[in-house]
């Protein structure tokens, strides 16, 4: 097993810091302030937050959104997401 150090900038040309905002029905996690890629062998594997001690986590697709919302209502999370490329 490998820990995974988190970045907090972007590197390389794709933005992949995450994007939080609200919506209605709670928060939607964005990738990049540019969307990420989500195809061939370059996509974002998952999106998750952490509040509270809990973390939920949601993984994506090829052709998916590098998005996803979360029923939170909780404003102050972590978000943190997986790019099989550049990782965590
Ligand atoms: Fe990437």
């Known amino acids: 097993?490998?820990?995974l150090?988190?970045?907090?900038?972007?590197i390389g040309k794709e933005k992949h810091v995450p994007v939080?905002?609200?919506t209605d029905r709670g928060i939607r996690v964005?990738?990049?302030s540019i969307p990420h890629p989500m195809e061939g062998n370059h996509y974002?594997?998952?999106i998750e937050v952490i509040f509270n001690g809990r973390t939920f986590r949601?993984?994506?697709k090829l052709g998916d959104k590098p998005e996803v919302g979360f029923?939170?209502?909780?404003?102050?999370?972590?978000?943190?997401?997986?790019?099989?490329v550049h990782g965590l």
């Open 1 to 3: 097993m490998e820990l």
């Open 20 to 22: 939080i905002e609200k």
């Open 44 to 46: 974002i594997e998952w």
């Open 30 to 32: 964005k990738v990049g």
């Open 71 to 84: 029923g939170i209502e909780e404003e102050k999370v972590e978000a943190r997401v997986y790019c099989n």
């Open 5 to 10: 150090e988190g970045r907090t900038e972007d």
């Open 58 to 60: 949601k993984f994506l």
